[in-house]
Nanobody, 112 residues
Framework: QVQLVESGGGLVQPGGSLRLSCAASGGFFSTMGWYRQAPGKQRELVAQITSGHTTNYADSVKGRFTISRDNAKKTVYLQMNSLKPEDTAVYYC????????WGQGTQVTVSS
């Protein structure tokens, strides 16, 4: 059974940066993604990457976020730059499509 553990969140001022990590154990999927869920909103997919490193982004984060992966380490990263208050959410990684059990996520708060 694959387990996903996210880390790297925190409190950052608008315009700041954070780098999230997601470590997978028990397996690693061909396409992985970063999702986020803000208070009172549905979970949304913000970035995805294939095993061949092809990426795709939601319009809301395009040009600011960069997803990458290390297949040998079974780890997916999300570099987030120029953060905005509306990026505040719990961030999760998971398979794309067809999510499996969700990890605990990592909280990102963008506030001055």
């Amino acid at each position: 059974q694959v387990q996903l553990v996210e880390s790297g969140g925190g409190l950052v001022q608008p315009g700041g940066s954070l780098r999230l990590s997601c470590a997978a154990s028990g397996g690693f999927f061909s396409t992985m993604g970063w999702y986020r869920q803000a208070p009172g909103k549905q979970r949304e997919l913000v970035a995805q990457i294939t095993s061949g490193h092809t990426t795709n982004y939601a319009d809301s984060v395009k040009g600011r976020f960069t997803i990458s992966r290390d297949n040998a380490k079974k780890t997916v990263y999300l570099q987030m730059n120029s953060l905005k208050p509306e990026d505040t959410a719990v961030y999760y990684c998971n398979r794309v499509p067809g999510t499996i059990n969700w990890g605990q996520g990592t909280q990102v708060t963008v506030s001055s």
